[in-house]
């Protein structure tokens, strides 16, 4: 499967974005998503997961109540909405699906990765 990550800029802080992750193949809908970003210096981090159906959905303590993760698999699209962005959320934003029928926060468990999209939060 391929992944084409989009809607990254730059915003103020307090300010929003929604980014979009486009998923080609047929099997999208079996693979749970996830969001992973990538700060100047600093190791990938997770962000969110969600599962198939949508019903099941992780997300890091540091953007808890502030970003919600969900999808479209009639569109093979997954969302990532961003709310009260802060500067520390400044980073690459990567997409990354995984084919197992576990949620997973780890990227070791991943399998496809797009190609990251960036969001620069300014104070």
């Known amino acids: 499967v391929q992944l084409q990550a989009s809607g990254g800029g730059l915003v103020q802080a307090g300010g929003s974005l929604r980014l979009s992750c486009a998923a080609s193949g047929r099997t999208f809908s079996r693979y749970c998503m996830g969001w992973f970003r990538q700060a100047p210096g600093k190791e990938r981090e997770f962000v969110a997961a969600?599962?198939?159906?949508?019903?099941?959905?992780y997300y890091a303590d540091s953007v808890k109540g502030r970003f919600t993760v969900s999808r479209d698999n009639a569109e093979n699209t997954v969302y990532l909405q961003m709310n009260s962005l802060k500067p520390e959320d400044t980073a690459v934003y990567y997409c990354a699906a995984d084919r197992g029928s576990y949620l997973h926060t780890s990227r070791r468990f991943y399998d496809y990765w797009g190609q990251g999209t960036l969001v620069t939060v300014s104070s």
């Open positions: 969600i599962n198939w159906s949508g019903n099941r959905i």
